[in-house]
């Protein structure tokens, strides 16, 4: 099946420094690269959606300064977090939609920041 | 806008039963597609099943089946047989379109199935 991989899968960060989550489908390509935001115990909410080769389009209030997304190819999405503040501590979830028809999207496993 | 309740925020069931977690949404859009993942402590999220608006029968996917009411907009899971390894949290979600982007999650339901 498609698997999505995310990298890291933890890191912790201190205040006021960049971090970046890569977000690679690993045996399909991904035209479509979703970045979702989990804190503990609520549902995910969809941060931004990237296509490849082009910006990103980033969900009512959601900083696109901050949170920069870049897909520059079809299997590899990243996430960089800038000036992280310990606010931004949580679960970063990726996910990709395959090219073509495809009602399905696949999750990878998840990256937890912690920013102290 | 596209909405999706979970009025469950925990459940228990006792092991080798079925349990039902509920879910109902809202939207306006004709097509759409409703999912149901599972998401364990680990944090990934486990694709279970799918229902497509204008699918005539209910999905199913071992033992996993989707009671999809269309005119009650609910669309619940129901999880035979239950496992101790089914203790997880569940969460409904609502994709616009057939084959469109836009991802709706619901709040979740935390699943504990008791030996």
């Known amino acids: 099946g498609a698997v999505v991989s995310q990298h890291p899968s933890r890191v912790i960060c201190k205040s006021g420094t960049s971090v970046k989550i890569e977000c690679r489908s690993l045996d399909f390509q991904a035209t479509t690269m979703f970045w979702y935001r989990q804190f503990p115990k609520q549902s995910l909410m969809l941060m931004a959606t990237?296509?490849?080769?082009?910006?990103?389009?980033?969900e009512q209030g959601v900083e696109k300064d901050k949170f920069l997304i870049n897909h520059a190819s079809l299997t590899l999405s990243t996430l960089t977090v800038t000036s992280a503040h310990p606010e931004d501590s949580s679960f970063y979830i990726c996910?990709?939609?395959?090219?073509?028809?495809?009602?399905?999207?696949?999750f990878g496993p998840g990256t937890r920041l912690t920013v102290t | 806008a596209q909405k999706i309740t979970q009025t469950q925020p925990g459940m228990f069931v006792q092991e080798k039963e079925a349990v039902t977690l509920d879910c109902t949404y809202d939207t306006s859009d004709p097509s759409y597609g409703l999912f149901w993942y599972k998401q364990p402590s680990s944090g990934e999220m486990i694709f279970l099943i799918y229902?497509?608006?204008?699918?005539?029968q209910n999905a199913t996917e071992g033992r996993y089946s989707l009671n999809f009411q269309k005119a009650r907009k609910s669309a619940n899971l129901v999880i035979s047989a239950s496992q101790l390894g089914d203790s997880a949290m569940y969460f409904c979600a609502m994709r616009r379109g057939n084959y469109g982007q836009n991802f709706v999650f619901g709040p979740g339901t935390r699943l504990s199935v008791l030996p």
């Open positions: 996910s990709a939609r395959a090219s073509g028809f495809s009602y399905e999207q696949y």
């Open positions: 229902q497509g608006s204008y699918d005539q």
């Open positions: 990237s296509n490849e080769g082009s910006k990103a389009t980033y």
